[in-house]
């Protein structure tokens, strides 16, 4: 038997048989939404804060190698 | 024991149908999910590492498997968190539910009880079963969403937006309201004054 979500299908109008992994579903979400989804914490009562308590950082890994590379190259100039 | 398909079969059958329900309701990626499945994740690494006793490699399917479970019950309780506090906001404000639900205000109220009901009793069931059966609350969960879900189709976007330009208008009325009747006090007040205690002192 194949898997049922309680919404999303439904809200979405998609089956999710043509999904097979969270990969995908971000990229449909992606796609429908036009942009990237956003990690979020999600503050909740109901469930325990586990592994990680410390508050999120947003990195551009590639804004900042680029921009340590340029400081590299000006500094050497 | 857990086996490394069983532990796949469950990701699929039911983390990313509880995945795809949180993230298409909240349209973002929650947190919390990224973290079990990277404690699973470095379990299956475990699994596969060839300096690893084939007993512990069991326990490191057991152990990925928990966290799976884990994050699959979260993304519900999540969801139901969310549901509760969009729910709680129209139920406990009396303008919204009366004008703002396509439905009866008696049914609306009913069912948000239920609501609440059924969500109490799959904690219940949650807490109960930790450790042995934790799947066991899974399917009422489940019901809750569905019944979250079909009290939220009954709120009216448009008519919560309407709401609060009429809520703007009532409370200006009313600041204006309360201004006129001041100032009116304030000139009955002077009167009486110029009336009444002068009126005395000048006899």
Same mark, same amino acid.
């Given at each position: 038997?194949?898997?049922?979500?309680?919404?999303?299908?439904?809200?979405?109008?998609?089956? *999710?048989?043509?999904?097979?992994?969270?990969?995908?579903?971000?990229?449909?979400?992606?796609?429908? *939404?036009? =942009?990237?989804?956003?990690?979020?914490?999600?503050?909740?009562?109901?469930?325990?804060? =586990?592994? #990680?308590?410390?508050? *999120?950082?947003?990195?551009?890994?590639?804004? *900042?190698?680029? #921009?340590?590379? =340029?400081?590299?190259?000006? #500094?050497?100039? | 024991?857990?086996?490394?398909?069983?532990?796949?079969?469950?990701?699929?059958?039911? %983390?990313?149908?509880?995945?795809?329900?949180?993230?298409?309701? /909240?349209?973002? +990626?929650?947190?919390?999910?990224?973290?079990?499945?990277?404690?699973?994740?470095?379990?299956?690494?475990?699994?596969?590492?060839?300096? $690893?006793?084939? /007993?512990?490699?069991?326990?490191?399917?057991? &152990?990925?498997?928990?966290?799976?479970?884990?994050?699959?019950?979260?993304?519900? +309780?999540?969801?139901?968190?969310?549901?509760?506090?969009?729910?709680?906001?129209?139920y406990g404000d009396d303008f919204k539910r009366v004008h703002c639900v396509n439905e009866a205000e008696e049914k609306f109220v009913?069912?948000?009880?239920?609501? &609440?009901? +059924?969500?109490?009793?799959?904690?219940?069931?949650?807490?109960?079963?930790?450790?042995?059966?934790?799947?066991?609350?899974?399917?009422?969960y489940k019901e809750v969403i569905r019944l979250g879900n079909e009290l939220i189709s009954k709120i009216d976007p448009n008519k919560?937006?309407?709401? &609060?330009?009429?809520?703007?208008?009532?409370?200006? +009325?009313?600041?204006? /309201?309360?201004?006129?009747?001041?100032?009116?006090?304030?000139?009955?007040?002077?009167?009486? $004054?110029?009336?009444?205690?002068?009126?005395?002192? %000048?006899?």
């Amino acid at each position: 038997m194949g898997a049922k979500t309680v919404i999303f299908e439904k809200k979405y109008g998609v089956d *999710l048989r043509d999904f097979r992994t969270t990969e995908q579903i971000d990229e449909y979400m992606k796609d429908k *939404l036009g =942009r990237d989804l956003e990690v979020k914490r999600i503050e909740s009562g109901v469930v325990t804060h =586990r592994g #990680n308590v410390f508050p *999120l950082r947003h990195y551009d890994i590639e804004k *900042l190698c680029d #921009n340590a590379l =340029r400081c590299g190259a000006a #500094n050497k100039g | 024991m857990a086996t490394i398909d069983d532990l796949f079969k469950f990701y699929r059958d039911e %983390c990313v149908p509880a995945y795809a329900d949180l993230v298409g309701y /909240i349209v973002d +990626k929650p947190a919390q999910f990224l973290t079990e499945i990277e404690n699973a994740f470095a379990h299956v690494a475990q699994y596969f590492n060839p300096e $690893v006793e084939p /007993i512990d490699k069991e326990a490191n399917i057991a &152990k990925a498997k928990d966290h799976l479970i884990r994050v699959t019950l979260d993304s519900y +309780k999540l969801l139901w968190s969310q549901m509760d506090n969009s729910l709680t906001e129209v139920y406990g404000d009396d303008f919204k539910r009366v004008h703002c639900v396509n439905e009866a205000e008696e049914k609306f109220v009913s069912k948000y009880h239920e609501f &609440k009901k +059924k969500a109490q009793e799959a904690r219940e069931l949650e807490i109960r079963y930790v450790g042995v059966e934790p799947l066991k609350a899974l399917d009422s969960y489940k019901e809750v969403i569905r019944l979250g879900n079909e009290l939220i189709s009954k709120i009216d976007p448009n008519k919560i937006e309407n709401s &609060k330009n009429v809520l703007r208008v009532v409370s200006f +009325k009313r600041s204006l /309201i309360e201004l006129v009747i001041s100032f009116f006090g304030g000139a009955l007040a002077t009167l009486f $004054v110029a009336f009444f205690i002068l009126g005395v002192h %000048c006899q």
